[in-house]
């Protein structure tokens, strides 16, 4: 069985400032790992994804992602965040032959003019 | 391609009454997820089906709720009775595939409130 970690559940940050959102998993098996935002009144949809090969994703509108596999983490990263990327943002791990993804409980970013 | 497709966007309901959701999944996917979001408790998965036979409905919260997917292009979740405490947004979802490396594609929501 997988699980998913996202210590932060609201991270606040002024405009143009970096932010890093952190997601940590654990698994007995290799996993798939995903990023997904929900921007508010809206569904979610997939920001950026790990499958294999080269550990840094990158992802839409800016967004990158590293994998660690030592630290069994993917945090999503981004150099310079606009106002509207105000949503919020959950991690998931899908097993390679599993039909279901795991979610994380999310992280709500508030982008602060 | 529509993406998925949820209906209603909103319901408003009364407490003993039968709410039916629906959902179109996006052509061609093989899988279909139902989640509920609320605040208190996230993003919970419902139930899924695969090839439209309910693989897995563990996360179904009594026998209040059901689901069905009678064709590859349709699905329902229907309460009966409701409860306030079921006031959330629903999710559908669909995957292409069966593989893990597959993205779910998520609808837009429908806000259920139970008064």
């Known amino acids: 069985a997988q699980s998913v970690t996202q210590l932060d559940s609201q991270v606040p940050v002024f405009e143009e400032a970096p932010v890093e959102l952190r997601c940590n998993y654990s698994?007995?098996?290799?996993?798939?790992l995903f990023w997904y935002v929900q921007y508010p009144n809206q569904g979610l949809q997939l920001l950026l994804k790990y499958l294999s090969g080269s550990t840094l994703v990158k992802g839409i509108n800016g967004f990158e992602a590293e994998f660690n596999k030592s630290q069994t983490s993917f945090h999503l990263r981004k150099p310079s965040v606009h106002i509207s990327d105000t949503a919020e943002y959950f991690c998931?791990?899908?097993?390679?032959?599993?039909?279901?993804?795991?979610f994380g409980p999310g992280t709500r970013l508030s982008v602060l003019p | 391609d529509a993406g998925v497709i949820q209906s209603p966007r909103h319901e408003v309901t009364e407490m003993g009454q039968e709410v039916t959701l629906r959902c179109k999944p996006i052509?061609?996917?093989?899988?279909l997820f139902w989640y509920r979001q609320t605040m208190m408790r996230g993003l919970e998965l419902l139930i899924y089906f695969n090839n439209n036979v309910p693989i897995d409905d563990s996360g179904m919260p009594e026998d209040r709720f059901s689901a069905k997917m009678p064709n590859a292009s349709f699905s329902t979740l229907k309460i009966q009775p409701s409860e306030p405490r079921d006031s959330a947004v629903y999710f559908c979802a669909s995957r292409p595939g069966t593989g893990g490396h597959n993205e779910q594609f998520f609808g837009p929501g429908t806000r259920l409130t139970v008064l």
């Open positions: 998931a791990v899908s097993a390679p032959y599993g039909q279901n993804f795991v």
């Open positions: 698994s007995s098996v290799s996993v798939y």
């Open positions: 052509s061609g996917h093989n899988s």
